[in-house]
C-alpha cells in the first residue's frame, strides 16, 4: 500500500503533477510572451528614434513635415525631397544599422568567449581597422591595388577581417582558453595603436585630420551604396545565427553541457567567429571606429532577457540600434550648427557602464 500510495496510481499524486505541468508550462508561456513584447517595445523605439533623427540638424523640421516627405517625396517641394532622402535618411538608416552589427557581434563574442567584457572594440579589430585606414590616408598602401576612392574603406575592412582571422586561428590551437583570447585581442589593440600612433607622427596636417577624423567615427560618409551592402551583410547573417541560437544557449551552459548536447563547439565558434569577423569589419569600414555599442547593447539585452540567444540575440541587435540612433541625435543636439563625431558620444557612454561591469564581476568573485 505504501508503493502505491507514492506511485503514478494514486490519483492525489497524479492531479499534483498534472497542476505542476500546467502551472509550469503556463510561466514558460509568460515569459515568452514578455521577451517578445520587449523585442516589440524595442523595434517601435528604434523606428520612432530613426525618425525623430530625420527631424533634428541644421534646419529642424517637425515631426509631421518628415512623415509627409517619407509618404510622399514631391509633397514639400525638390529642396525638402534632396534634404531628406538624399541626405538625412541614409544617415538615420546607416547609424540603426550599423548599431545593429555591432550589437550582434558583441553578443555572439561575449557568448563564445563567456565574458562581458568582449566586443570588436576592446579585442583590437576597431584599432586595426583605424590602422587599415591611416595606412592608405598616409601612405596610399592598399591591401589591393587600383581600387580607386574606396582604398581607405577597404584597407579598413581587410585589416579588420584579418585580425578576426588571427583571434580565430588561436581559438583553434590547443590548450588556449577564452581568457587567453581576451588578453590576446588587448594586446592587438595597444600593438596597433602603437603603430597608428607612427603613422600619425609622419602624416601631414591634412592626412592628420583625416585619420582623427575616421578614428572619432562619423556618419558623414553615410550613403545608399554602404546602406546596401551593409544591409546584405546583417540580413544574410542574422538568420544564419538565429537557426544556431539553440547551441549557442547550450554553450552558455558550459562546454561539457554543450558536448552532451551534441554541440559541435569547435565548429560553431568557427562560424560564429566567421560571422563576427564580416559584421564587425563591415560597420568600422563604414563610419570608421565606434567604442562600446557592442558592449553597451548586449549588456541592456541580457539585463531584459536573459540568456535565451532566440531572444538575446535579435534584441542585442535592436538595442544597438537604438543606441546608435539616439547617439545620432544626441551628436546634433548639443551645440546648434556642429555635428559632434558618434565615437565621442558612445565613448562618454560607454566608459562608465564598462567600470560597472568590472566593479561587478569583481564582487562576484569575491568569497
Known amino acids: 500500500m505504501t508503493q502505491l500510495h507514492g506511485s503514478s496510481l494514486d490519483p492525489d499524486a497524479s492531479a499534483l503533477s498534472n497542476n505542476s505541468s500546467v502551472d509550469t508550462s503556463k510561466n514558460f508561456q509568460a515569459r515568452s510572451y514578455k521577451k517578445i513584447r520587449f ?25 509631421s513635415t518628415v512623415m509627409d516627405v517619407l509618404l510622399d517625396k514631391s509633397s514639400h517641394g525638390v529642396q525638402l525631397e534632396v534634404i ?23 553578443a555572439l563574442m561575449q557568448t563564445l568567449l563567456n565574458n562581458p567584457l568582449a566586443e570588436p572594440f576592446t579585442l583590437g579589430v576597431s ?28 584597407n579598413a575592412f581587410l585589416f579588420a577581417l584579418v585580425t578576426c582571422i588571427v583571434l580565430l586561428m588561436m581559438m583553434r590551437l590547443k ?25 600619425e607622427y609622419g602624416a601631414s596636417e591634412t592626412q592628420l585630420q583625416r585619420i582623427v577624423f575616421w578614428m572619432m567615427g562619423s556618419l558623414a560618409r553615410a550613403s545608399w551604396t554602404q546602406l546596401g551592402w551593409g544591409a546584405a551583410c546583417l540580413f544574410t547573417i542574422l538568420p544564419f545565427c538565429m537557426l544556431r541560437t539553440w547551441r549557442l544557449t547550450a554553450l552558455r551552459l558550459g562546454e561539457e553541457t554543450a ?31 565606434i567604442g562600446f555599442v557592442g558592449l553597451v547593447g548586449p549588456h541592456i539585452a541580457r539585463l ?24 545620432s ?17 558612445t565613448a562618454l557612454i560607454g566608459v562608465p557602464v564598462f567600470i560597472a561591469i568590472i566593479i561587478r564581476h569583481s564582487k562576484e568573485r569575491l568569497p
Open 39 to 63: 523585442l516589440s517595445l524595442l523595434a517601435f523605439c528604434v523606428l520612432l528614434s530613426g525618425v525623430l533623427d530625420l527631424s533634428i540638424g541644421p534646419g529642424e523640421f517637425s515631426f
Open 84 to 106: 531628406i532622402w538624399d541626405y538625412r535618411l541614409p544617415v538615420a538608416l546607416t547609424a540603426i544599422l550599423v548599431g545593429a552589427m555591432l550589437g550582434v557581434a558583441g
Open 127 to 154: 584599432s586595426a581597422a583605424s590602422f587599415g585606414a591611416a595606412l592608405a590616408i598616409v601612405m596610399g598602401v592598399g591591401v589591393l591595388p587600383n581600387v580607386g576612392s574606396i582604398l581607405v574603406t577597404l
Open 175 to 199: 590548450n588556449v582558453g577564452t581568457q587567453s583570447i581576451v588578453l590576446f585581442g588587448i594586446a592587438i589593440f595597444f600593438a596597433f595603436n602603437a603603430m597608428l600612433a607612427m603613422m
Open 259 to 289: 558536448l552532451s548536447m551534441g554541440v559541435d563547439i569547435a565548429r560553431l565558434r568557427i562560424e560564429m567567429l566567421v560571422c563576427i569577423s564580416l559584421l564587425a569589419a563591415t560597420a568600422v569600414a563604414f563610419v570608421g571606429t
Open 304 to 327: 531584459l532577457v536573459g540568456e535565451d540567444q532566440r531572444y538575446f540575440v535579435p534584441l542585442s541587435a535592436l538595442t544597438g540600434a537604438l543606441m546608435l540612433s539616439i547617439t
Open 329 to 345: 541625435i544626441v551628436s546634433k543636439s548639443l551645440t546648434p550648427g556642429i555635428i559632434y563625431p558618434i565615437g565621442i558620444i
